[in-house]
Each structure stands twice: as C-alpha cells, then as structure tokens.
C-alpha cells in the first residue's frame, strides 16, 4: 500500500514538473499561444497573448478562435490525427495574425486546441502602402493634373514629377511633340505606336487645328522607315496639274517648257514614306493616279505610259469627312478604302480639355522666350475662362491666343484683357451684318477694306450653300483651290460654318 502510494507521489511530481516545464517553455515564447478547450474556453494564454488580447479575451476573439479551430473539423482532425499546422492567416479579434492550430488530447483527456499566432499587422501595413502606391498610374496622373491650377510654383514643381511619371511609363518618343496626357491622348499615341511599325497606309482625320501633322510625323519616327526620305505635300496648296507632275514627274515634252524628264516626289521618296495633307481636296484625275501608287505601287509619269515601281509609305489627312464627300460623288469609293485602311481620328480640343492646363503651359514657356518676356504666373481666372471656351479652331486657336497675350501683356502675368478670343469677333461680326464703310474710311487702306469685304462674301456664300466649298466655288466662279487659298488666308473654317459656329 505504501509502495502503491509512494508510486502515485512519484508520477504526480512527474507531471507536476513536466507541466511546469511546458509552461515556462509556452511563457518564454514570443508567439502568442492560446489553449482553446471543446467547451469554447480559454485555458491558458501565455504573456505574449495577453499583451495583445489582454489577461481575459473578450468573446470576439473567443468566437474568432471558434469559427477558425474548432468544430466539427476540428473534432475530426483530433480523430484521425491529422494536426492542422498549416500556417494560415485570419484577424482574431482587430489584430491580424499568422497562425497554426494543433488539435489534442490533454493529460486528463479533455480535447483542446492550441493556437500558436505571430502578429503580422505591420507587414499588411506595409503591403497596403505597396498596393496604394501601385493603384492606377492614370489616376496619380489626373491628380497631379489637377494640382496644377492651384499656383505656378506647385505647377512647376509637379509638371516634373507627371514628366518623370510619363517617362517610367515608356510610351513618349523623342519624336512625340503632341502635348497632353488626358486619356484620349493617351488612346491616341497607343494607336500610333501600335501601327506605325507596318506599312499600311493611314488616313489621319479631324478638324483643322488639331495637330495632324504631328501625328505624321511621330509615325513616321517610329516606322521602320525612321532613316528613309520623308516629304510633305499640302494638296491644297498646290494647283492640281501641277500638283500632279510634282508627285509622279513628267516626261520630256509632256506640256510646253517640259525640256527633260523630271522624277517626281514619289520617286525621290521611294523606300520612305510620303504625307499627303488635305487629301479630300484633290482632283478626280489625281484620286485615279493616286489609286494606281496605293493599289499596284507604281505611277505613270505625266506624258509618259510606263508605269515605274515604287516602294512607298503613304500617309494622308484631311480635315473633309470623307465618307460624306464619296456619297456626293466628289471623292472615288474605291480609293477611300485604300485610305481608309488604319484610320486614326484626332479628337477636337473641347473633347480633352483637361490637356488646357499643359498646352498653356507649353505656349506661355515657348513665347516668353521667343518675345523676351518676363511672364510666370497665369492666374487660375484665366485657366477658368479657357476651360469654358469651346475652341472651334482647337489648339491652332489656343496656340494664336496665348502667342498674342504674352506679347500683348505688360507685366509677368497674363491679365483678362490680354485674352482675344477669335470666336467672339466671330459672333460679333454675324451680329453686326455688313461691313460699316463710314467707319473704316479714312482708318485703313482700300485694299484691306476690300479684303473684309472679300472675307465676308465667302463666309456668307459657304453658309448659304452649308460649308460645301465645291458649290460654292461654282457659284462664285472661282476655282476651289484658289477658294481654299483665300479661306485659308481669311482664316475661315468650312466645317466651323457647317456646324452652325
């Protein structure tokens, strides 16, 4: 009996020692441990548990222990002996934490589950830092954008970062002078950078004043034709027979003076790449030489009947809605799809008018440096007023606007009536009918009140005939080209008269 008493002594003290061992062990341990019994008890939380949940947990944590260790689960595990001790993580109580859970059976073989956690809380602040400083580049960009209207010192200190930011991103070219970084600027160079690389001809379309010939040029900067010849020719401007010799040459003898035969411009240009503006102006005879070069790549030379290869990149624009322009029977079908193969659209400056802010930005820094001008402040009430215009004549219009107010301006800053707007004297010359003649003799020559004169005839014949420059070049006996000259000259817009501006 006493042996039997003394053995039961012996094992008590054995657990006893080997309990106190397990707890200190538990208690020296910087991960936090909890005991969690099938009753939903906690039985024991060593030191590092208690700072983080306090000496008695509150019942969210207790049911957050719950809802990831115990159950039906858990009871399975404990009986097939299947340990859980994959590190997980879940949020116990407000702390997230990585943790495993043990499931077994105690010395008195109740079943617990011991959690062992380590609190991951400052390496999911870090990985929140990380995913807010990678959110949408575009959108840091709007904001920085934004910011700009504040003050000319933010401005310029937050232009160098959007610059930096446009650089990381890869897609600006050395070439690339168009200027903006609204998001149909952004659609429109990734249209560029993706088909400028074949050498399917593009048709570049939009109103006048948008900045189609810059976007020739970033094409052909980044084609492969980069270091091949490279031509521009501005249909309009020329007189379409000789515009033809011009481009496909002429023969000896072809016409009077055609002393020797003449390579034309697509033969110099051959390998490269040619820009063809104002394409929608050209003569039916031209549309059927050009056809020829698009559909067989060859051209006959005026006078002659051999035609002679030709290895040429062309790209055209025009300001003329083509499509329209074929339902009239002024432009050929088939050479509109020829054309029409890659057709990149400039978008019109009121429909990315967050670009104002830049483009002023560019002039202002360009024309104070051309005129010698001390100009660095344009005050947010200017940038508001901008914002309103509805710029008809696009960034040719705004370009000409901020050119006369820094020259017009007398102090480092561009003030309200520095700012001529060509629209308004648009309106007020319909609002105002004929010209006054009393007013204007004795203040300016005959010859400029005759061109006033000449300027007005012309908007009002296009707005009678609704911008169709064809008839109303018939109707005034001149010849469209020498029309669109004296429209160019005049600074009217046909497409501006057809919306009604």
């Not at 020829?338 to 400039?346: A, E, Y």
């Not at 309106?427 to 010859?447: A, F, R, V």
């Amino acid at each position: 009996m006493t042996n039997s008493i003394l053995k039961s002594t012996s094992i008590q003290d054995e657990v006893n020692r080997l309990s106190t061992n397990w707890r200190s062990l538990l208690d020296a341990m910087p991960e936090m441990v909890l005991l969690l019994s099938e009753h939903h008890s906690v039985e024991y939380m060593n030191p590092s548990a208690q700072k983080h949940f306090g000496k008695k947990c509150s019942p969210k944590v207790v049911d957050d222990l719950c809802r990831i260790g115990v159950g039906f689960q858990r009871k399975q595990a404990i009986e097939a002996g299947r340990p859980q001790t994959v590190a997980q993580e879940a949020v116990i109580g407000d702390i997230p934490v990585e943790y495993s859970s043990v499931p077994f059976a105690g010395y008195t073989g109740e079943r617990l589950t011991m959690f062992v956690m380590r609190d991951i809380s400052r390496r999911k602040a870090r990985e929140e830092e990380l995913r807010l400083f990678n959110t949408n580049i575009e959108d840091i960009l709007q904001q920085k954008i934004t910011e700009l209207q504040e003050s000319e010192e933010m401005r310029q200190r937050l232009s160098r970062q959007v610059n930096s930011l446009k650089s990381q991103l890869g897609h600006r070219h050395k070439a690339d002078k168009m200027i903006g970084s609204s998001r149909k600027m952004r659609e429109l160079r990734e249209m560029i950078h993706q088909v400028a690389g074949s050498d399917a001809t593009i048709l570049i379309t939009g109103e006048s004043g948008t900045g189609k010939e810059l976007v020739a040029n970033l094409i052909k900067a980044t084609s492969g034709r980069d270091d091949k010849p490279f031509l521009k020719i501005n249909c309009n401007a020329i007189n379409d027979s000789i515009l033809e010799s011009d481009l496909f040459g002429y023969e000896k003898g072809a016409f009077t003076g055609a002393n020797a035969r003449k390579i034309g411009k697509f033969e110099v240009v051959n390998g490269g790449s040619i820009f063809l503006d104002e394409i929608g102006d050209i003569s039916p005879r031209m549309q059927a030489s050009l056809l020829r070069v698009l559909q067989n790549g060859e051209i006959v030379r005026v006078g002659g009947t051999e035609p002679v290869k030709v290895d040429v990149r062309v790209i055209a624009a025009t300001n003329v809605e083509l499509a329209k322009a074929v339902k009239e029977k002024e432009f050929r079908l088939d050479l509109y799809y020829r054309l029409n193969i890659i057709n990149i659209d400039m978008p019109p400056l009121r429909d990315r008018k967050e670009d104002i802010v830049e483009l002023v930005s560019h002039f202002v820094n360009h024309y104070r440096v051309a005129f010698k001008k001390d100009i660095d402040f344009v005050p947010k009430s200017i940038i508001n007023r901008l914002l309103l215009h509805d710029w008809p004549g696009n960034v040719r219009e705004l370009e000409n606007l901020i050119q006369r107010a820094v020259l017009m301006t007398k102090g480092k800053m561009i003030t309200e009536k520095d700012l001529f707007f060509d629209q308004n004297l648009g309106e007020q010359q319909k609002e105002n009918g004929n010209i006054n003649i009393q007013n204007k003799l004795g203040e300016e020559s005959l010859k400029i009140i005759l061109s006033e004169f000449e300027g007005e005839i012309i908007t009002q014949a296009l707005r009678k005939f609704n911008g169709n420059v064809a008839i109303a070049a018939d109707k005034l006996q001149v010849g469209k080209t020498a029309l669109y000259d004296k429209m160019k000259r005049y600074n009217i817009s046909a497409k501006s008269i057809k919306k009604g501006l």
